[in-house]
């Protein structure tokens, strides 16, 4: 589907009609160039675009496909990049990844978005407000595009702090807290995060490096190194990000084991604390024929009290008492 | 065994008699190339091959013996190429390894293929209907073999992506899911997947720098930049195996432990509930002159009802109904 | 907030009035160099700067964003710096993260601090002490600035060493000494530590490869290859700290369990211990009808002594006594 | 001790008799090159050979305190080379390490073989039956005596992937396969081999590179490619191990921390299946006056039959008949 | 402190008066150098000798204050060298840090030495002994130096890889051997020891590549590559050291609660083997009316035996050493 086509000359924006008129028109004009910003085209749509402008066949062919890796392709008359785009979905915290292709001419940009992230029109719209970047031509567009893609991976990144900060509360709230499946959802997210981001990182110093006079002036430069230095940014975090999350699930396993430890000691302790009460009834429940115990007797207003009985009873709960006191000051109960 | 060997002239396929008169004929015409198929070839046939095309012998020795490492080694008047060839087995989830050689003339192709992978027989048919890609001559024909190689990577990787993300159902489904072993088996199949990819890459990186000038028209270079961008895609994606894969072992044994641990504290909960009881039923099993207990007794219609050990039994019920309740809340049941 | 700013002219300092006039006059005298000192400034507060000095727009939007990578970037006609201020709190044992930005020219300087970290008054003091440095110009004052930061760098450093030998102490003293959220959190600082210094370090090597001839002479390149070895040395601790850490971590979580099982081995030692008596005495609780030991008699003094109950006693406390001793020689209770 | 010495001329065997007589002949004839074999010399012996080849000190120095890393070090009239042997020792599954050097100037090679490894007396012969390599001169000595070093290592390549798989076997064939001690060792084992082949590799690589014009001619160049290329397939088998050990180990050691948590789940289903019946029997062993189980009666054939007891022997035999099915269904027995 | 001082000239000792005569001496002849030995110099003698020789000031501050890295700096006129020296103190198997710097002009040397490592006295007669390496002047000082230093460093890699072997024997000849703060202790020395040595590799090797030509003539070279080649085979040791240490800590760690868990098995076996017997007690502790057992007999010479005892006593005997034979043979005692 094409979203939106437009000329842009002196910084203006100028309806265009027909492709192959404008494009003709701008390149006798040595002066202005073209937007064609196409969403999730079909093979047929994308035809209509390429018979004008002679895109790489190649290029073209990944632009169709999808499912590339980011990079930077110069061509002998086009450069082609390749972003992916990231999209938080709050609900489930989860990243969906998209993609979006440029197609960069000396007189032309086509744009190629698919998946739901980062949406252009936004870019386009600030863009337009703002002339003296629309003079820097096709190359102007391509920065622009890159910096609204590097500002969702700096609004994901953030994201993914805010995620890590909630699973460490909970993990360090306590012993047993958090749990494996999510922060290894986590790490996954951090995973893809990084595979978005990290080719972009290197295939921008390469196309800085090399495309330093060709492409881009000074000011460009300048501009590209600002999208670069985020990137950089958001590279140190992804690594951080990656080393912190081995050591919480490491914490939240040795805690969840540390948990049941515990249990399994309360359970253990109130069981000994029974032993020795059964091993003392089991004594007196013996059927020895002299057991002086059993009929202990103090004269009691004329007639015999046997406390026996009671007097065991007594210690019994001494017993467990002491016991009881002994195990909760080691911790145990 | 010779599989099949032709002529390419102008983009198009002629039978090929004799290899001395056929390769004299395209020398001295200027143009077409030669494309000799063998598969699993004994000494014997290489030497007849040979005989004519005067391949360099470390070269012809690697490609004897097989089991090399993936490398392009550039000779004087020919390059030698090595690929390993994957094959996904869907029975065992297991990858075998193949090798597939190519010796590349100035105006011949050998493709020496070992093992069961990666037929070329639909390579050459796909190479016959496009003449334009024909025209490249033999560095085309390596090309399309690689894409082809490189292709099963990605639907190799694709596969391995399935079964790790099964595994990572099974495990995280419940806390004893999965199994070490299968874990185990599939890390050591993203190893041999690197060892096979792997050097491919930076191979492949190394002939695109140096042969730029030498072998490859620009038109051939974004072929080849093409496939190596798909090679450094499969190289992301193994790199994030190998890192969830140890998460997904480190989590799958504390699993395993903690499932047993839960048992056990169960084992535990339902012997603890047992212990009181049975010393209470110890206590009153004591031979004691005098327990008033044992005969409590209240008058109910003329005769005495001696209720002691109802009293007695109504207790017990209702500490090991406790218990069980306690235990429920605590998650130890 | 403008904290300060003066003019310096050979080595000394002067007074400024209005910041076009001077800039006019260091500039028309081929000597001497501004110094503007900037706290939070707000966007107005830094157009008053701006109108004079024409600093470039990129730079000055990451001064007033903030939460900038370190970096050095070479425009035109000034270097922009960022640096990471650190500071140590002392009660929480927690890293501060500031910012502290400069934009150098031919004949001024800005500082921009953003934070507590880092206060610049003292650097100044030291520097207008100096006259020889004070000829180094703008440059000169960069390397104050960044050694000062550097130098509480190192104070950091060894302040989280410190943090580091306590936790080891606590660790090692005991088996379950020490707490996971509090290494977990020492970690954290390394990182954050390491995200402050590490890309300096790049960034500054760069700088001096770079600028060597256009911006350094050959005392200030020594000057910055000092600042840059300390670094190095900050950046070689922080490594090592990361690593001793991830050990310190497993030590303690293994400690903790092992304390654990100490403690279920101890309990189940003294369960063990009561089991045989309790044996013995359900064995003479038994009913049998003919069960010597329960009448085992001697004749004293006249009369028959049963002293088979007494024997039996004697028999346990000779099992537990043993039991004990066993359990203690073998470290079990 | 010199083992043999020989000067080859036109690819043929000559005998050698005085050092400084036959070296003088070959410069002079500028053809041909000598060859001297030493094993362990003393000081003397090499004091002898050293008299008349003039070899830099610091490399009879290297050779003659041995313990040198692998290395190739260019001096101005000669090449110094240390290769470090392997053997495998079958009977223990353990690494021998030797050390071979060679001396190649000019018209010589010298060879000092230390430890068991390598024994060079078949390469001799092999480069004697094939005249085409001999007429490399020394340089074609090193390769051949690298070659054959380089051999052994993928034998020691191929024993360790071996002991590997049987490890493997053990560890997964049950879960406490296995020992810690023996996988360690072979850890130790592949570390060994990893210093020995590692060195080699980027001081063959660095030799390649620098030597290129100086020593090699292209046809040497390849085979030296050659010989690299297998030390780089050494190389990339020797990383994939230590990854595969590590995780062999970790199984290994939760393994036997499961193995053991199942023995004591098993032995705690039985003392639980012990623990209703016995509270049973306490209950029915409580003296109370009134317990109407105790005589429950039915009239057979005229007299009255107490069942009460074998009913409860039955309920006893019932609980622990269903507590073991229970127990076996769960796996815990 | 100053130690000792002496010029040398043509190969051999001369004492030496004022320092500003020598200097100017040697300087004039065109030939010999100056040797200056310190050892923990105060500021003022530091002053005394800095005034004749004119040494960088920023080298002069690293020199007093110390804790500096390891590093070779080229001033102008003079190489300014920071040695971390070690010691091996067997008593307590710690390593004690100590640094060495070295001020190397076209005509003098100066050392400083730092803490107890690495006396020079040994070092200087040695060199006073070989007027061959004398002639090199300072910069053969400087190799001397270093290659007594790297010596040290192999003196304590040969101490460190005892300590290791020691605790691998302890950790592995039983299960719960060694202890987690002596392997920890270990690794924080490898740590130190890797801080040490590392750093000087780089810049050894960054020396040798710039100062080549200027500083360093063939020979020269050839002396400081060998002290490389010793530095880079610590290096690997290191390497390998804190693999194998990381491996040993699990070891040991999982060796103990290994332990722990076995004696748990056991004492839950010895409880396992008393319950049935209580079991079976506290059946014939029932009170029931009619047991049979109770007063099974036979008629033995005329009177009734009661066996039902002694059967009972039978049996549990049979069972409990059932149960201990059978725990045996599973290896549970």
């Known amino acids: ?3 939106d086509q437009a000329t842009y000359r002196d910084g203006e924006r100028h309806p265009c009609g027909d492709l192959s008129t404008e494009l003709e028109r701008v390149r006798s004009g040595g002066d202005g160039f073209l937007w064609v910003g196409l969403k999730d085209p079909t093979a047929a749509e994308f035809d209509l675009v390429n018979r004008e402008l002679h895109l790489h066949p190649l290029a073209v062919e990944d632009a169709i496909k999808g499912h590339q890796r980011a990079k930077i392709e110069q061509y002998e008359s086009s450069v082609f990049v390749v972003l992916k785009t990231l999209r938080y979905l709050d609900r489930t915290s989860d990243i969906e990844t998209g993609e979006l292709m440029l197609f960069i001419g000396d007189r032309f940009v086509v744009t190629v978005r698919k998946g739901q992230g980062n949406p252009l029109a936004e ?3 600030r863009l337009e407000n703002d002339p003296a970047r629309l003079r820097f031509g096709p190359m102007g567009v391509l920065h622009a595009v890159m910096d609204s893609v590097v500002d969702t991976y700096r609004r994901v990144d953030r994201e993914i702090q805010q995620d890590l900060e909630e699973i460490e509360e909970t993990v360090f709230a306590s012993s047993s807290g958090g749990d494996a499946p999510s922060i290894y959802r ?5 995973l893809e995060f990084r595979r978005g981001t990290g080719p972009l990182s290197a295939a921008l110093a390469d196309f800085m490096e090399r495309g330093a006079g060709r492409h881009l002036n000074t000011d460009l430069h300048h501009l590209f190194r600002d999208v670069a230095d985020h990137l950089k940014q958001v590279g140190d975090h992804v690594d951080g990000y990656d080393r912190l999350l081995r050591d919480v699930l490491d914490v939240h396993l040795a805690g969840v084991s540390v948990k049941q430890n515990e ?10 604390m029974a032993a020795v009460p059964t091993l003392i009834a089991g004594i007196y429940g013996m059927n020895f024929d002299n057991m002086p115990e059993l009929n202990m007797s103090v004269a009691v207003g ?3 009290f046997y406390y026996g ?9 001494t017993i467990i008492t002491t016991l ?10």
Do not use: H, N, P
């Not at 009985?309 to 709960?317: C, E, G, S, T």
């Open 1 to 3: 589907m094409i979203i």
């Open 123 to 125: 870019v386009r719209r």
């Open 186 to 190: 986590l790490k996954r997210e951090v």
């Open 263 to 272: 249990d399994m000691r309360k359970i253990s302790a109130w069981v000994a």
């Open 302 to 304: 004329g007639s015999q």
């Open 309 to 317: 009985y009671f007097l065991v009873l007594v210690v019994m709960a």
């Open 324 to 333: 009881y006191r002994m195990f909760k000051r080691s911790g145990w109960l």
